[in-house]
């Protein structure tokens, strides 16, 4: 049964800094994906990774993927306030067609 | 525009009464999904649909119904609510891919509804 894993579950830095939010998944996983939610908003999808090595990367947010160790992780790259957020990751359960799994989620708060 | 519609934004209702929390997409998507989301849990799929009238169970289905008879609607159904169920419901679509999977480089979510059950 696939579980999903994030850590940290809370994460506080400064603008400027770097880090990395990792992701491990215990089974299978097709493909892995990352999702960001604002405080009182819906889910927004930024990347969905489909191979091992694969690696994606939009604005100060990369998210790689390898699948041997069955980990993915989301790096942040001098941290600005915006990016202040709670991201998700989340697994395809192996055999299944839409059957996705998420992680309990990162709480991000990045200060000045 | 390109959107999921989720209805009501907000539902207080009273254990055991039944209620449907409607979802409908306009992009033509053949996957559509629901889950709730608790603090301290993260999101949990509740059921998923790969297209009319093919619906799966997700990871925590007791409790609730879905159906889906038309492609743009999938709506959720408690038949007797109870006071655990209270939760944040987010609804969700996307295309498929050539394989049949949820394509999910853009699932696209509803705006969420506030359920409290008393």
């Known amino acids: 049964e696939l579980k999903v894993e994030q850590n940290p579950l809370f994460l506080s830095m400064q603008e400027g800094k770097n880090y990395t939010i990792y992701c491990n998944y215990s089974?299978?996983?097709?493909?892995l994906y990352w999702y960001r939610q604002d405080p009182g908003k819906s889910l927004e999808s930024l990347f969905v990774?489909?191979?091992?090595?694969a690696v994606k990367q939009e604005g100060r947010l990369m998210a790689s993927l390898d699948t041997k160790a069955r980990l993915s992780t989301l790096h942040i790259t001098a941290a600005v306030h915006d990016l202040s957020a709670t991201y998700f990751c989340a697994g395809l359960r192996g055999g299944s067609q839409g059957n996705l799994i998420f992680g309990k989620g990162t709480k991000l708060s990045v200060k000045p | 525009e390109a959107q999921v519609t989720q209805n009501p934004r907000y539902l207080i209702t009273v254990t055991g009464k039944k209620l449907t929390v409607t979802c409908s997409q306009n992009?033509?998507?053949?996957?559509m999904s629901w889950y709730r989301q608790d603090p301290g849990l993260g999101l949990r799929q509740i059921y998923y649909s790969m297209n009319v009238e093919v619906t799966d169970k997700g990871d925590v289905p007791e409790g609730y119904k879905v159906s889906r008879k038309e492609k743009r609607n999938f709506p959720l159904i408690l038949e007797s609510p109870s006071p655990n169920q209270t939760s944040l419901y987010f609804c969700a679509s996307s295309s498929t891919d050539p394989l049949n999977r949820v394509r999910n480089e853009k699932l696209f979510f509803g705006s969420g509804t506030q359920l409290s059950v008393l």
């Open positions: 992009m033509n998507h053949e996957y």
């Open positions: 990774l489909l191979s091992n090595g």
């Open positions: 089974t299978t996983s097709d493909r």
